[in-house]
């Protein structure tokens, strides 16, 4: 089974966030997983992105840090996403060699094109649906898949309000992987486990 999905971390870790990381990656659809917490000091991050990093390993799914390269360098992630005011591809990569670096694109094909310059390692487009965990992001359209699957050999993720109503179309346009995050953590009717099972 191909992985398809790019999680992403709820805002806020609560204490029996590990136990449903666990076994949300043991159904092995998931790709990458991003530890991306807003306003939350750099000692806590660290110190739940350490408790992360055993549990993506064990399932052999790869830990990505939002922001931050140092964060990512001490926590002994994958790789590190970028979004357009994080700094720069290339200084990311000098200071993390060989790791995984992506970078938001929105709905640019001039900013994709500065990524692909910049040697990134994937590509994230979006927002293609009203999101609750970004709310004010910018829109984007399927075209914008249908390009990058013409143009970019890189992978191309879709991020931005994806639920299982929703994400089959957006593959269908172009995306390799699929960033989810509300549907699976903040969902009144299913358990995360239950939730990421959707995503085949």
Request: charged residues 30%; aromatic residues 8%.
């Amino acid at each position: 089974m191909r992985k398809l999905v790019y999680l992403i971390s709820p805002n806020k870790i609560h204490k029996d966030f590990y136990n449903h990381l666990e076994k949300v990656l043991s159904q092995k659809n998931v790709k990458y997983f991003q530890l991306r917490l807003k306003n939350v000091r750099k000692s806590k991050i660290i110190q739940i992105g350490k408790r992360i990093r055993k549990v993506t390993r064990k399932y052999k799914v790869k830990f990505i840090i939002n922001d931050s390269i140092n964060i990512a360098k001490i926590v002994n992630a994958d790789g590190c996403h970028l979004g357009q005011k994080d700094g720069l591809v290339v200084e990311a990569k000098r200071y993390l060699k060989k790791k995984i670096i992506g970078v938001t694109c929105h709905n640019s094909k001039s900013l994709a094109k500065i990524a692909i310059k910049d040697k990134a390692s994937y590509l994230a487009f979006g927002s293609f649906a009203q999101s609750k965990l970004k709310p004010n992001a910018k829109k984007a359209s399927l075209n914008i898949l249908k390009w990058a699957k013409r143009n970019i050999k890189k992978p191309i993720i879709a991020i931005g309000g994806i639920n299982n109503s929703n994400y089959r179309k957006i593959i269908k346009s172009g995306a390799k992987y699929i960033a989810i995050s509300s549907y699976i953590w903040d969902n009144p009717k299913l358990k995360p486990e239950i939730a990421i099972r959707k995503f085949k």
